[in-house]
């Protein structure tokens, strides 16, 4: 990622921490949504919410081959999260 992206990115992330935080959510799902945030971010190599539908689409896709359906729904929701605060 280029270092104004990255910065960009880590903006993002924090302030999705902090809001995360503020809805009164355990470290547990803290944890979990913000490493949905990191783990599409370092597939793409860019800032999340540059990210298409279809990319997302595909993204998920993989996700499902790879991961358990658990897993595939925490990040949904992790990224949900992130698409909701930041409308």
């Not at 809805?23 to 370092?42: F, H, N, W």
Request: aromatic content about 10%.
């Amino acid at each position: 990622m280029k270092l104004t992206e990255a910065n960009r990115f880590n903006k993002l992330y924090q302030r999705h921490l902090r809001l995360i935080k503020l809805q009164g959510k355990s470290q547990k799902t803290i944890d979990a949504y913000s490493r949905a945030v990191r783990r599409v971010s370092e597939h793409f190599d860019c800032c999340p919410d540059k990210l298409t539908p279809e990319q997302l689409e595909i993204y998920f896709g993989e996700l499902v081959d790879t991961r358990s359906w658990s897993t595939v729904k925490i990040d949904r929701n992790g990224l949900q999260f992130l698409y909701d605060q930041n409308k």
